[in-house]
T-cell receptor, first 117, second 115 residues
Framework: AQTVTQSQPEMSVQEAETVTLSCTYD???????LFWYKQPPSRQMILVIR??????QNATENRFSVNFQKAAKSFSLKISDSQLGDTAMYFC??????????????FGTGTRLTIIP | GAVVSQHPSWVICKSGTSVKIECRSL??????MFWYRQFPKQSLMLMAT?????????EQGVEKDKFLINHASLTLSTLTVTSAHPEDSSFYIC???????????FGPGTRLTVT
């Protein structure tokens, strides 16, 4: 079974600074997909960024980027120029995807990020 | 991105009654839908996976007779909490998966309070 670990329950950073959230996972499969989701106080799950394991290039979405280390099974999220609206719970998630007939998402326990004005 | 709606967004019911939560994919066909439960300050816990026209597959420890899931069409899944009790109070989230895709699209969630 796949597992996802987020070792930072809470983090806080000053506005405009850079913050990195860590995530490690465990799987014996070679092809899979990784995600970072944001859950603000509204509790709507919002996709921040995705990474396909077969792609070596790290995914980026504006101020958000990942450091994907496949051999180390690490998938950290970097938020640059942090903004007050980034305050939220962040979940790392893993799926084998449809190719394996198992589309379930495995979530980490989450990191509560607070951006300080 | 694709849009998933849930109704109602918040429901209060009395202990012993049943409540139904609807999950709709508005602009795509969801061949698979998922139901999650989330307690305050915790992660999402998968309750069940449902494929259109098939019986739902429940995760270990989830009572299938208590949490009835129906996925009658490619755009609608329902979760019925039967004989609800205060311990069933929680935040319920659904998501949909389009055919051939691997990314789940989440609904806004439903807050259930059982008094």
């Amino acid at each position: 079974a796949q597992t996802v670990t987020q070792s930072q329950p809470e983090m806080s950073v000053q506005e405009a600074e850079t913050v990195t959230l860590s995530c490690t996972y465990d799987t014996s499969e070679n092809n899979y997909y990784l995600f970072w989701y944001k859950q603000p106080p509204s509790r709507q799950m919002i996709l921040v960024i995705r990474q396909e394991a077969y792609k070596q290039q790290n995914a980026t979405e504006n101020r958000f980027s990942v450091n994907f280390q496949k051999a180390a099974k690490s998938f950290s999220l970097k938020i640059s120029d942090s903004q007050l609206g980034d305050t939220a719970m962040y979940f790392c998630a893993f799926t084998l995807g449809r190719d394996f007939g198992n589309e379930k998402l495995t979530f980490g326990t989450g990191t509560r990020l607070t951006i300080i004005p | 991105g694709a849009v998933v709606s849930q109704h109602p967004s918040w429901v209060i019911c009395k202990s012993g009654t049943s409540v139904k939560i609807e999950c709709r994919s508005l602009d795509f066909q969801a061949t698979t839908m998922f139901w999650y439960r989330q307690f305050p300050k915790q992660s999402l816990m998968l309750m069940a996976t449902s494929n259109e026209g098939s019986k739902a597959t429940y995760e270990q420890g989830v009572e299938k007779d208590k949490f009835l899931i129906n996925h009658a069409s490619l755009t609608l899944s329902t979760l019925t909490v039967t004989s609800a009790h205060p311990e069933d109070s929680s935040f319920y989230i659904c998501s949909g998966l389009a055919g051939g895709g691997y990314e789940q699209y989440f609904g806004p969630g439903t807050r259930l309070t059982v008094t």
